[in-house]
């Protein structure tokens, strides 16, 4: 089944929606969020030490399982729309081969 990767440079309640909206499409088979689960340290030295990541818009990133390249192009075109009308990012990661 192919995969589909998006990162999406919004709130979280714009990547619900985004995902609210992939779940009910048909031939959408599974969706995940997989955002970075690593924790951010500061360098003690950095210019940016203490300061708050909590301003500006955050990343937030879907992996979704399709049943196929025509659903695949549907998910494109639908998070595409529904990105416009949010005035959110979106970028697919497309895997060579």
């Known amino acids: 089944m192919p995969i589909l990767r998006i990162r999406i440079t919004g709130s979280a309640d714009d990547a619900r929606a985004i ?3 992939l779940s009910s499409l ?4 599974h969706i995940e969020e997989t955002d970075d689960l ?3 340290l500061d360098d003690e030295d950095s210019s940016s030490a203490g300061l708050s990541d909590e301003h500006g818009p955050g990343i937030h990133e879907l992996e979704i399982e399709v049943g196929n390249a025509a659903t695949s192009q ?3 075109l639908a998070v595409e729309r ?6 959110v990012f979106v970028e697919y990661e497309h895997d060579e081969g």
């Open 19 to 21: 995902s609210n909206l």
């Open 26 to 29: 048909e031939g959408v088979e």
């Open 38 to 40: 690593m924790p951010h």
């Open 74 to 76: 549907n998910v494109h």
């Open 82 to 87: 529904l990105a416009r009308t949010l005035d």
